[in-house]
């Protein structure tokens, strides 16, 4: 049981380039989320799914799309780097039960870099 | 959607005091508060939470207290060591969902 699994753990990206961040769960929740990590800023919601086929924006969505085609994977696709979005990125799950709300479980984090 | 503010953004405290960090919370229908400790270079982890059925909960030295009515909950840590040094964040759901939304953190440093 692997948990959350993000990759990669380091990237640097020139202004302008696309990539996706992975991340992928092994523990069947339904609930996966992507945070930004900025200093001083906590962790803000980019996307998130409630589950496979159903996504939704979260508080800071621009410039980032995503999809949750299958349970377990949830990819974060930025679309065109800028520097604003030099960040440490955090994908994490959790699930409900009928005690109703779970903890989410985070990924190891993804530090990005555009310059 | 729920906004969580929290206080302080920064505690320091020599080794062997106590703590305090408290958030406020503006969806009345919230009713789960966990606590995640972040420590440098890791992730967040989930330290102790509380759901809105009871005021208090303990864990060793830490407890968090849930005062609804007023919309705020907080998180004492007791007897502070240097290994508590991180950064602490509260969160409630966002709305009727279950995905959490962070306060903005508070960086803890213990002196020995």
């Known amino acids: 049981n692997a948990g959350v699994t993000q990759t990669p753990k380091f990237q640097v990206l020139k202004t302008g380039q696309s990539m996706t961040l992975q991340c992928a769960q092994d523990m069947n929740h339904e609930y996966m989320s992507w945070y930004r990590q900025d200093p001083g800023m906590g962790l803000r919601l980019i996307h998130y799914?409630?589950?496979?086929?159903?996504?939704d924006q979260g508080e800071v969505p621009n410039g980032y799309n995503v999809s949750r085609s299958t349970t377990e994977d949830f990819p974060l696709r930025l679309l065109s780097a800028a520097p604003s979005q030099t960040s440490v990125y955090f994908c994490?799950?959790?699930?409900?039960?009928?005690?109703?709300?779970?903890?989410?479980?985070f990924g190891q984090g993804t530090r990005l870099t555009v310059v | 959607g729920e906004n969580v503010e929290q206080h302080p953004s920064t505690l320091s405290v020599q080794e062997g005091d106590s703590a305090v960090i408290k958030c406020t919370y503006s969806?009345?229908?919230?009713?789960?508060f966990p606590w995640y400790k972040q420590e440098l270079g890791k992730r967040p982890q989930l330290i102790i939470d509380?759901?809105?059925?009871?005021g208090e909960k303990k864990d060793q030295r830490i407890a968090v207290t849930l005062n609804k009515t007023a919309k705020h909950f907080s998180l004492h840590i007791t007897e502070t060591q240097p290994e508590d040094s991180a950064v602490y964040f509260c969160?409630?759901?966002?709305?009727?969902?279950?995905?959490?939304?962070f306060g903005r953190g508070t960086s803890l440093i213990v002196h020995p």
């Open positions: 994490a799950s959790s699930y409900s039960t009928s005690l109703d709300h779970t903890e989410a479980f």
């Open positions: 969806d009345s229908a919230s009713n789960y």
């Open positions: 799914s409630v589950g496979a086929g159903i996504t």
């Open positions: 509380i759901r809105s059925n009871v």
């Open positions: 969160a409630a759901p966002s709305g009727g969902s279950y995905i959490p939304t």
